[in-house]
């Protein structure tokens, strides 16, 4: 395991697209959450979630990491490489666990450095909009921060395990962006509120963003952490679809 380790970190950091992408997925969270905090403004009571405002950035991370994590094995499917990394590290699930380590690594990295910078961005620019108590260190507001970095690891793991099973890039960032974004625009046709209500604690990313939250919880359809439990389970069914195909089907 060590060496598919290492040998995952190599490509990783040696290969420009993967170092471009999570300094993207910071950048990117970074930004959007800033700009959403510049654009919003509060009256007195108007009851705006703070803490989500500054995390709106995670709608546009999500699809960076999501590219991240599909090149990692795409990329590998496309130049024909994935017959050499075999070749060094038989033992196949041995190799999806190495590339779902460093992927996850690198994701955790942009993520703490993302939203904490969105974070921050958040109290610089959220007063001046008339928001006038921005707490940074209650449980709500440290538990969607947390949620939140591990929200974009488990987006990643979801899309590394698409990736596994349909071997091809292109198909598997449509794949995943169409989870991402067209499934919850989809959610907004169902009629019954009730059923939409259910859908909605089934759906990866609607679930998983109940975890960003910290005012009108009680209103969700979804707890926070049973959310992103959620969207952990959505990754892992991939990861072993993923691992079942990868372990049975040739390079």
């Known amino acids: 395991m060590r060496a598919a380790l290492h040998a995952e970190w190599t490509k990783l950091r040696t290969v420009s ?9 910071a950048a990117a969270t970074v930004a959007l959450g800033a700009l959403a905090s510049r654009a919003v403004t509060c009256e007195p009571g108007c009851g705006l979630d703070a803490t989500k405002i500054s995390l709106t950035g995670l709608q546009l991370g999500q699809a960076v990491v999501a590219v991240l994590a599909v090149l990692a094995v795409g990329d590998e499917y496309r130049t024909g ?4 990394t075999l070749t060094a590290v038989p033992a196949r699930s041995t190799l999806l666990a190495a590339k779902a380590a460093v992927v996850a690594g690198a994701v955790l990295a942009a993520g703490v450095v993302g939203v904490g910078g969105a974070m921050v961005a958040g109290r610089l620019i959220l007063p001046g909009q008339g928001f006038a108590h921005l707490p940074a260190t209650d449980g709500a507001t440290l538990r969607a921060a947390v949620g939140s970095v591990l929200y974009l ?14 071997r091809d890039a292109a198909t598997a960032v449509g794949a995943v962006l169409g989870l991402l974004y067209l499934l919850p625009i989809l959610l907004m046709v169902v009629s019954d509120p009730d059923w939409q209500r259910r859908l909605r604690r089934l759906t990866p990313t609607e679930a998983g963003q109940a975890i960003s939250h910290t005012v009108g919880v009680d209103t969700l359809p979804i707890g926070p952490w049973s959310g992103l439990g959620v969207l952990a389970l959505w990754a892992l069914a991939a990861l072993l679809a993923g691992a079942a195909l990868l372990h049975h089907r040739d390079a």
């Open 17 to 25: 697209a993967p170092a471009w992408l999570v300094l993207a997925a």
């Open 81 to 84: 490489m994935i017959r050499t």
């Open 153 to 166: 690891v488990l987006i990643a793991l979801l899309s590394l395990g698409v990736a596994t099973l349909v």
